[in-house]
């Protein structure tokens, strides 16, 4: 059974970097692309972007610039990093497993930033 | 972009559901899936190639449609069912969700 399991600080100020680490337990961690997903209110979910066990990425445009996203192969974990935050990067963060589709997700993190 | 109507759908158990998703542009090879999530937690898959159950979903939960147009169908509404429903498509990038329709008993 795959079970993604992912942790990070919950609370940031404006312009700090929100950083986020999210484990694979369970099946194979190449052959899939892994994801960040995010969620709020007021936009709704919206994907982030993905990674594969190469390190080959695709992120959306809409966060490209703040957006980096890696790979650590020997511990089948994959991070999120977001530059320059703002109140609205506030949301829940989620990682997935992307097979096609988003079959295997994580408990969520919510990230809140506030001055 | 993905939209979904109705935002709420009010029914009762035992009743039949039926969300619709609506994209922008054609969505290639039935890539669009259908989530179902409850407060407080993860969205979980429920159907994937627009048609196809995921692993251990009940066979009342099934999805259809092509090109732009799809729908979700619940054929009769269990306790467990009342949550909030999302669209997906993984076709063109940047992947996209629609707003979700919330199942409400009625």
Redesign the interface.
């Known amino acids: 059974q795959v079970q993604l399991q992912q942790w990070g600080a919950g609370l940031l100020k404006p312009s700090e970097t929100l950083s986020l680490t999210c484990a694979v337990y369970g099946g194979s961690f190449s052959g899939f692309y892994w994801s960040w997903i995010r969620q709020t209110p007021g936009k ?4 982030i972007g993905d990674i594969n066990h190469r390190g080959s990425t ?1 992120y ?3 966060l490209k610039s703040r957006v980096t996203m890696s790979v650590d192969t020997s511990k089948n974990r994959f991070s999120l990093t977001l530059t320059s935050v703002s109140t609205a990067d506030t949301a829940v963060y ?1 990682c ?1 497993r ?1 097979d ?4 295997y ?4 993190t919510l990230v809140t930033v506030s001055s | 972009v993905l939209t979904q109507s109705p935002d709420t759908l009010s029914l009762s158990p035992g009743e039949r559901a039926t969300l619709s998703c609506r994209a922008s542009q054609s969505v290639a090879s039935r890539y669009l899936a259908w989530y179902q999530q409850k407060p407080g937690q993860a969205p979980r898959l429920l159907i994937y190639g627009a048609s196809s159950r995921a692993a251990g979903i009940p066979d009342r939960f099934s999805g259809s449609g092509s090109g732009t147009d799809f729908t979700l169908t619940i054929s009769t509404l269990e306790p467990e069912d009342f949550a909030v429903y999302y669209c997906h498509q993984y076709s063109n990038s940047p992947w996209t969700f629609g707003r979700g329709t919330k199942v409400e008993i009625k």
Request: no cysteine.
């Open positions: 709704g979910l919206e994907w695709n959306n445009p809409s989620f997935a992307r096609y589709t988003l079959d997700w994580g408990q969520g």
